[in-house]
């Protein structure tokens, strides 16, 4: 968000304005919010606005003053509604409303766009773009409040309307409107607005589009819109991997093998080693049940980037895979001399196929050591393959992440 600067108004305790006659002045209803008396201001300016000799000339038209009249009473109502002095807020439960309305009919009424109506505690005066960032940041310090600490996220969303109210422009506040207050109050269309509105001011957050996809493709059922947004994103973030593979991904999900196919094979044409689209052929591969094939260009991947957890994992992943089908095969047997016997073969097998799935895994746990699913499968390895100094080491540092390990 923008810089907000703070409004010079003084905050000083309550204090009664008595019975006197109270009336149409906005110099002194200004003077009254600067003291802090909020009360005394809100008569004031109720009194005002709603004096015909006031706020209207001779000839029927607005007065000269009518624009910061109304000016100030929105200033005046959203003090009101911002407030975290009961008292004050007692005055008018729903400040927002009849604040909007007044900023409303004063930018109707100036036409000249003054660009300032009050003043400050010094007498100097006070840009309207400033009081609406004050005004802002208020609102937008209650919606952050309602949206972390009271996880009340229909409020905290209101909140952060009334925010944009005074701010529309600032793309930092419709990001976070769209990408997390909106979603998370189910406000979902809404929520599509934001962001692309957002868009059309030059966002590119990568969130902002995982959002959009989520929402088309999860809750809209819109695959079609999903997909053109991925292409966007992949545009506006050209470094970030993920879209590709969630692009990839939804073609898997819906069965749409020859489009995922045809996507990948076109990108490897035009650079035969991109690991990032190796991968992704290793996952088509893998989807279509061609596990030989996806070994081998997941090893491709790991080849040519040590480092490369997801290809890794992959890896890993299928060569457990193949071990419990020999584990699986002796769970199914009985406890017959024949069933034992059978049961001590398959165990031979099972065995060797856990060394070649070990190194695979222990790659993965080189590569992310906190990972507590890689270090769960070491621990089964380990056991099964009776490396007792190898399972302690691992149960050790399970214990140490906050695990509860036998």
């Known amino acids: 968000m923008k810089k907000i600067v703070v409004l010079m108004f003084g905050v000083l305790p309550f204090v009664a304005f008595g019975q006197k006659e109270i009336k149409p002045n906005v110099a002194n209803a200004e003077k009254a919010l600067k003291a802090g008396k909020i009360d005394e201001a809100k008569a004031i300016i109720d009194i005002t606005t709603a004096s015909q000799e006031f706020m209207v000339d001779k000839k029927g038209a607005p007065s000269k003053n009518a624009a910061k009249a109304w000016f100030l009473k929105g200033v005046i109502y959203a003090a009101i509604d911002t407030t975290k002095n009961e008292k004050f807020k007692s005055l008018a439960p729903e400040g927002f409303a009849v604040a909007k309305e007044s900023f409303d009919k004063a930018l109707q009424i100036d036409q000249d766009k003054t660009p300032a109506f009050l003043t400050d505690a010094a007498g100097f005066p006070l840009m309207n773009d400033q009081v609406n960032a004050f005004l802002a940041q208020s609102y937008f310090d209650k919606a952050i409040k309602a949206y972390q600490d009271d996880k009340d996220y229909k409020r905290a969303f209101d909140f952060t309307e009334k925010t944009m109210y005074f701010i529309p422009q600032d ?31 030059g966002g590119k957050s990568a969130d902002s589009y995982i959002v959009l996809v989520d929402i088309f493709y ?16 992949k545009k506006a973030n050209p470094t970030n991997k993920d879209f590709a593979q969630t692009e990839l991904s939804i073609y898997l999900n819906d069965k749409k093998y020859d489009v995922a196919k045809q996507m990948v094979e076109a990108s490897l044409k035009e650079d035969p080693n991109n690991n990032d689209q190796l991968y992704l052929l290793g996952r088509l591969q893998q989807e279509m049940g061609e596990s030989e094939n996806a070994k081998k260009t997941y ?33 199914a047997l009985g406890n017959s001399k024949a069933d034992l016997a059978k049961a001590m073969e398959l165990d031979k097998i099972y065995v060797e196929k856990l060394k070649i799935a070990l190194p695979y895994v222990e790659a993965c746990e080189k590569i992310s050591p906190d990972d507590v699913n890689v270090l769960y499968s070491l621990l089964t390895i380990y056991g099964d393959l009776d490396i007792q100094a190898s399972a302690t080491r691992v149960k050790k540092r399970l214990k140490t992440l906050g695990e509860e390990v036998d």
Do not use: C, R
């Open 218 to 233: 999860n809750k809209k059922k819109d695959t079609q819109e999903a997909i053109k947004l991925l292409q966007e994103a």
């Open 171 to 201: 793309t930092s506040v419709l990001m976070n409107a769209g990408v997390f207050f909106a979603p998370a109050a189910e406000e979902f269309d809404k929520a599509v607005s934001l962001i692309k509105q957002y868009h059309a001011k």
């Open 299 to 331: 090893s491709k991947v790991l080849a040519a980037d040590p480092k490369n957890f997801d290809a890794a994992a992959m890896l890993a992943d299928l060569y457990w895979k193949d071990a419990k089908v020999e584990k699986d095969k002796m769970s």
